[in-house]
């Protein structure tokens, strides 16, 4: 009787471990059926497309002018290779001092002038140099200028009107005054001109035929 109870105990105990195997295993199977739901069943949001509605450019209004009427059409743009171009407006000559207006000199021993000939007559230049010294004018030496077309008076900036005496003085108030340019008129160096406020340019007139 002993001998048979020894296989019983035995495979009761096989029994109770495949039992205990079979729990696992399923409980093992029904984790992973879990997980396998939790991740098939995870809703993933739509995507969803932005749509940007696109801007309207508004069509332009005609404003209408004050009397009504539609307002005046922009000129068209000129076009391509052409270039607007504006002339310089030119330089007039000025017009001649009234003979008796009165004339506020400086002493004439304050106002150097430079007397040039721009002539082929020899000696002009000379010549009008000794008229001016001989009413106190500071002379400087005379000098040779390039030819020129008619004479004309040229003054430093503020020394207008002593121009104005000098060609008065020579009986020249006809005579066309400018401002001096840089460099001076008739080739004439800065170095030249000096320190004369006033330079009287000899042209192929009344001033070159002068006798002095």
Do not use: H
């Amino acid at each position: 009787m002993e001998s048979n109870r020894v296989p019983n105990n035995q495979m009761a105990l096989k029994g109770v471990v495949l039992v205990l195997a079979l729990i696992a295993a399923g409980a093992f199977v029904l984790a992973r059926g879990l997980d396998d739901d939790d991740s098939t069943t995870a809703t993933t949001p739509p995507t969803v497309e932005a749509t940007v509605e696109a801007e309207v450019t508004p069509d332009p209004v005609e404003t209408p002018s004050e009397n009504g009427s539609e307002a005046a059409a922009t000129p068209a743009p000129a076009p391509e290779g052409t270039q607007e171009t504006t002339s310089a407006p030119e330089e007039t000559e000025p017009a001649a001092p009234d003979p008796e207006e009165e004339l506020e000199c400086r002493d004439p021993s304050t106002i150097g002038v430079l007397v040039a000939n721009g002539t082929d007559v020899s000696g002009a230049a000379g010549r009008l140099s000794g008229e001016l010294n001989a009413a106190n004018y500071v002379t400087l030496p005379p000098v040779n200028a390039s030819a020129q077309t008619g004479s004309a008076f040229y003054y430093r900036a503020g020394y207008e009107i002593d121009a104005q005496c000098v060609a008065r003085l020579l009986g020249e108030s006809e005579k066309p005054r400018w401002p001096m340019p840089d460099p001076p008129p008739g080739g004439i160096t800065l170095d030249t001109l000096g320190n004369a406020y006033v330079l009287v340019l000899i042209g192929p007139d009344s001033l070159a035929q002068r006798t002095g």
